[in-house]
T-cell receptor, first 113, second 115 residues
Framework: SQKIEQNSEALNIQEGKTATLTCNYT??????LQWYRQDPGRGPVFLLL?????KEKRKERLKVTFDTTLKQSLFHITASQPADSATYLC????????????FGTGTRLTIIP | GAGVSQSPSNKVTEKGKDVELRCDPI?????LYWYRQSLGQGLEFLIY????????KSGLPSDRFSAERTGGSVSTLTIQRTQQEDSAVYLC?????????????FGPGTRLLVL
């Protein structure tokens, strides 16, 4: 069956360090992968989109990698700050069939001052 | 504001009652999605509207759930004969084009509690 796993429910990182979050998928052929940030009591906010033929995407302190051989995306926040504390969700659009994103369950990141 | 809005922000209802949740998407966005998020869970797809096409209802959990989108804009999600397991945050999102090929813009959600 298809599965998207974000393999840490919660992650604590010291301020200033790089936070790395993982998104693994099985039985998907993703055309696109997106990362969203969700703060408590709010809807998710889009951060980055990476296509299947792209290896890496950057935006300010954020970097996303996409390895279709390993079936994995890594999301990095460099020089992390307490304001980066939130839940981060990955979402896939499959190459086959419907035009729907499927979301992972998220990783709750806490940056410790 | 130009974002997606949802109302009400919170809804408490008694088991067996019907509820209506409203979503106002970003003007000009042709795609609209409804998701459900239970405590500690990821987003569960419910239904998707794209322009004038028939909606994709494949995620609706039972026939107690239905949704409409009037005039290609505002959408209403209706839950009939609510059950306690319907308690969740219901999120609406819109995008300029379909699926994951572009950013989905989310509303703040409606927190539904069924007593």
């Amino acid at each position: 069956s298809q599965k998207i796993e974000q393999n840490s429910e919660a992650l604590n990182i010291q301020e200033g360090k790089t936070a790395t979050l993982t998104c693994n998928y099985t039985n998907y052929s993703p055309a696109y992968l997106q990362w969203y940030r969700q703060d408590p009591g709010r809807g998710p906010v889009f951060l980055l989109l990476i296509r299947e033929n792209e290896k890496e995407k950057r935006k300010e302190r954020l970097k996303v990698t996409f390895d279709t051989t390993l079936k994995q995306s890594l999301f990095h926040i460099t020089a992390s700050q307490p304001a980066d504390s939130a839940t981060y969700l990955c979402a896939l659009l499959s190459n086959f069939g419907n035009e729907k994103l499927t979301f992972g369950t998220g990783t709750r990141l806490t940056i410790i001052p | 504001g130009a974002g997606v809005s949802q109302s009400p922000s919170n809804k408490v209802t008694e088991k067996g009652k019907d509820v209506e949740l409203r979503c106002d998407p970003i003007s000009g966005h042709t795609a609209l999605y409804w998701y459900r998020q239970s405590l500690g869970q990821g987003l569960e797809f419910l239904i998707y509207f794209q322009g004038n096409s028939a909606p994709d209802k494949s995620g609706l959990p039972s026939d107690r759930f239905s949704a409409e989108r009037t005039g290609g804009s505002v959408s209403t999600l209706t839950i009939q004969r609510t059950q306690q397991e319907d308690s969740a945050v219901y999120l609406c999102a819109s995008s300029h084009i379909a699926g994951g090929r572009e950013t989905q813009y989310f509303g703040p959600g409606t927190r539904l509690l069924v007593l």
